[in-house]
């Protein structure tokens, strides 16, 4: 004989199946993408290890003429590892980059800059007019810059145009406040380095940190995580597919 | 490497969910899928592991050339209310790829652009999104082809006359930030009255960045200043970032600096948008080309914010 306590048990399983479906069902998909993950994650690394060998001959021939300034913006937590910066300038020599500007906020790497120079054999400090220099095969240039050359200089440059104003006398506003003036006020308050053609970010946020913004109009971005997992592979591939890009800057 | 690019097929989104999202969220997002095919959800997980009920009613995301003003939506599974972005950029690029790519003109990829940014200031107004900026036209695009430029002119004439009454309907505010003199005066004329015309809405903040250029954008805002040291409304020595912050085009807002900037179709780069503002904006560049950008990749984009903030915190911008 079937009682209504049977019934209500009865019902009640019946109403749990569609939760415990479902349930099951979010197990087997979140599986599934982990595993998918984890499959991601060693194809990375595998690819990361053929690039780095030499291989893949496409990375053997990168045409690092294209890439005339690369910019380095590395989080100032992970700029504390001096050793990574190192490595990392170390690499970019390696690969024939010749002129590199080195960026994290609070200027740790700024402050390091005589150690830096110093361990790395064949680098010099950036000065104005070096852009358009040619160098050996093996000098690198390394312009180190922070938080005071990026928005503070915007400050101070218009500081100066707004001295040139008042020498120049009234309504000379509409010449002395130009884009070209104020890109020769930054090069007068020694912030006036070039426009990198690409900028990596070292770091867990996917942004510029403050980077020089004045100098990002055209600059290609690339969010390469933290400085503690950087790999050369990666590096490599980030400079070849830059290679590739055409840029018609707005036109 | 964790590339910024992410596309739109199934089997691209799972390669793009691997750089932004963890199994969780891309779980969640396959099993209550953002086009709501679900009529009724029982119970969502977020990412972070707190249960929550939402109701998934099948929120039509199609082309429809009708504004949804439908009840507000909640936010898709996974998504936190308390880490939406409160302002976001958009570059909306791809068009004549889009165009082209189907043997079309380029003017054919612009209007199917328009479908693009409908869906997205509904999407904005619907989540809380606070402010809204696309780069509509920059001060570089004015050396395009005549033709070309001319039909966005009057593209942006007939979309401006089309969609105002809606737009002013869902309570979006309009205004337009960039050098106005340049364009059609006719053109001109429109966006005064649609910014004279909106200005006591306050559901979203929509700012069109429109002949506009962020290093002309800084200039000008010291040129302002200058002005002020020579009325003698400020001295020399009280000038700071502030100041200037405060002298941009974009200060008006409530919300000055972007949290999210969204770049479509591929491109890693600002083209000299906003360069003051972006200091600490996060960058999300999708694959994706504009006309095909919808609610789908905005969600992911939306994800990919918030992941971030769960793990590293909100930047001061």
Not at chain 1, 184 to 213: I, M, N, Q, T, W
Not at chain 2, 32 to 52: C, D, E
Not at chain 2, 200 to 205: E, G, I, K, T, V
Request: hydrophobic letters at 40%.
């Amino acid at each position: 004989m079937v009682t209504t306590d049977s019934i209500r048990r009865s019902s009640a399983r019946i109403a749990q199946m569609p939760s415990f479906a479902l349930s099951v069902l979010w197990f087997l998909i979140h599986l599934l993408i982990s595993i998918f993950f984890i499959v991601l994650g060693i194809a990375d690394a595998v690819e990361n290890y053929l690039i780095s060998s030499g291989f893949l001959k496409r990375y053997d021939a990168i045409n690092v003429g294209k890439l005339r300034y690369l910019a380095i913006v590395v989080d100032s937590e992970d700029a504390m590892q001096i050793n990574k910066a190192l490595k990392l300038l170390q690499w970019l020599t390696d690969i024939g980059v010749k002129h590199v500007c080195l960026y994290d906020s609070e200027g740790v790497l700024k402050k390091s800059k005589e150690i830096i120079l110093e361990r790395l054999s064949c680098a010099k400090l950036y000065e104005e007019g070096d852009e358009k220099s040619v160098l050996d095969s093996k000098t690198m240039i390394i312009e180190f810059t922070s938080q005071s050359d990026g928005k503070e200089a915007l400050v101070r440059a218009a500081n100066l145009l707004l001295k040139r104003l008042r020498s120049l006398g009234e309504n000379q506003e509409e010449k002395i406040f130009t884009e070209a003036q104020m890109t020769e006020a930054l090069k007068a308050v020694g912030s006036g380095g070039p426009e990198p053609d690409l900028l990596l970010v070292y770091g867990p946020a996917r942004c510029h940190l403050g980077f020089p913004a004045w100098r990002l109009r055209y600059t290609e971005i690339v969010h390469m995580g933290p400085l503690d997992s950087m790999k050369y592979g990666s590096l490599l591939k980030s400079i070849y597919n830059f290679t590739l890009v055409r840029q018609n800057y707005g036109k | 490497m964790l590339p910024l690019r992410s596309s739109v097929s199934l089997e691209k989104k799972l390669l793009s969910f691997s750089r932004n999202s963890c199994p969780s969220t891309i779980t969640q997002s396959l099993l209550f899928p953002s086009h709501g095919r679900l009529v009724q959800l029982k119970t969502a997980v977020s990412a972070t592991g707190v249960a929550h009920r939402e109701d998934d009613k099948g929120v039509n995301t199609g082309t429809a050339s009708t504004w949804d003003l439908s009840e507000p939506e909640p936010l898709p599974p996974g998504l936190l209310r308390e880490l939406m972005p409160r302002h976001v950029a958009v570059v909306m690029d791809g068009n004549a790829r889009w165009a082209r790519r189907r043997g079309l003109p380029a003017s054919s990829g612009h209007e199917a652009g328009v479908q693009s940014l409908r869906e997205l200031i509904e999407l904005c107004v619907k989540w809380g999104i606070r402010v809204l900026t696309v780069f509509a036209f920059s001060s570089e695009n004015w050396f395009r082809p005549k033709g070309e430029v001319d039909f966005l002119m009057g593209l942006f004439e007939r979309v401006m006359e089309s969609e105002l009454q809606n737009i002013h309907r869902q309570g979006v505010q309009i205004s337009t930030i960039g050098d106005s003199s340049k364009l059609p005066k006719s053109l001109q004329k429109l966006l005064s009255r649609a910014e004279q015309y909106t200005k006591d809405n306050s559901q979203l903040h929509m700012i069109v960045a429109i002949s506009y250029s962020g290093r002309s954008d800084i200039t000008q805002a010291c040129k302002r200043i200058a002005r002020k040291v020579k009325d003698g409304v400020i001295c020399l020595e009280d000038i700071d970032e502030k100041l200037i912050e405060g002298e941009l085009e974009t200060s008006f807002s409530d919300f000055p600096s972007p949290d999210l900037l969204i770049r479509t179709s591929g491109e890693l780069r600002l083209s000299n948008f906003l360069l003051w503002q972006l200091a600490y904006t996060e960058l999300f560049f999708a694959q994706t080309l504009w006309p095909d950008f919808r609610k789908t990749e905005f969600v992911e984009a939306l994800h990919s914010f918030q992941q971030r903030q769960r793990r590293y915190g909100s930047r001061n911008s």
